[in-house]
């Protein structure tokens, strides 16, 4: 299994991001997927989640993430806008059926 998270980088506060992350070698439609972050110092954090069609968002992403799906592209996107400074974290990517895989985390920098 393997889950490659791209899309991270450096934006001003007030702007946006999509993150990716593209999953193989599981079955895609039947996994649970979520995003979480790290900042540094900081434990990792829940930042958002979709099983099947139903979404989950942590306070920091509710009302400014967005959490979807591609399952024909095995892929989760995560549509952050309104962007913070304190956003500033590596953002992973999780997979989730009986066990969870994660991807291997995407930088994002978000400038005051």
């Known amino acids: 299994v393997q889950l490659q998270a791209s899309g991270g980088g450096l934006v001003q506060a007030g702007g946006s991001l999509r993150l990716s992350c593209a999953a193989s070698?599981?079955?895609?439609?039947?996994?649970?997927l979520g995003w979480f972050r790290q900042a540094p110092g900081k434990e990792r954090e829940f930042v958002a989640a979709i099983e099947w069609s139903v979404v989950y968002y942590g306070d920091s992403a509710k009302g400014r993430f967005t959490i979807s799906r591609d399952n024909d592209k095995n892929t989760v996107y995560l549509q952050m806008n309104s962007l913070k400074p304190e956003d500033t974290a590596i953002y992973y990517c999780?997979?989730?059926?009986?066990?969870?895989?994660w991807g291997q985390g995407t930088q994002v920098t978000v400038s005051s």
């Open positions: 070698g599981l079955t895609f439609n039947s996994y649970a």
């Open positions: 999780n997979a989730v059926f009986i066990r969870a895989y």
